[in-house]
Nanobody, 128 residues
């Protein structure tokens, strides 16, 4: 059974850092595109970073480029692996619920509907 569990959110001040973690079990994350999405109240869910499964390259939304870093820790044999989102120099506009997600497709996508598995979300609140 595939399970993604996100953690690491919290309440911080603008300029602070947080590291989100997403433990993945039941799948070999080396074969998946792994993304971090966020959703603020009244707004659509948006992709902020993705670690591409087929080449290991990364993509970032313009709003977080240079401040956020996605990385993965692949475990062997479908054991629990982890994908991280290091968030530095946080801004008030980063306030949202953050979700990790896994996409097994051949090509990666910014569209949430393309992702097959989701974590439960972790709240990040940045005070100005």
């Amino acid at each position: 059974q595939v399970q993604l569990v996100a953690s690491g959110g919290g309440l911080v001040q603008a300029g602070d850092s947080l590291r989100l973690s997403c433990w993945a079990s039941g799948l070999s994350i080396s074969s998946y595109h792994l993304g971090w999405f966020r959703q603020a109240p009244g707004r659509d869910r948006e992709l902020v970073a993705v670690s591409k499964g087929n080449c290991g390259a990364e993509w970032y939304a313009d709003s977080v480029k240079g401040r956020f870093t996605i990385s993965r820790d692949n475990a062997r044999d479908n054991a629990k692996s982890t994908v991280y989102l290091q968030m530095d120099n946080l801004e008030f506009g980063d306030t949202a619920v953050y979700y990790c997600a896994a996409d097994r497709g051949r090509s990666w996508s910014v569209q949430a509907v393309r992702y097959d598995y989701w974590g439960q979300g972790t709240q990040v609140t940045v005070s100005s």
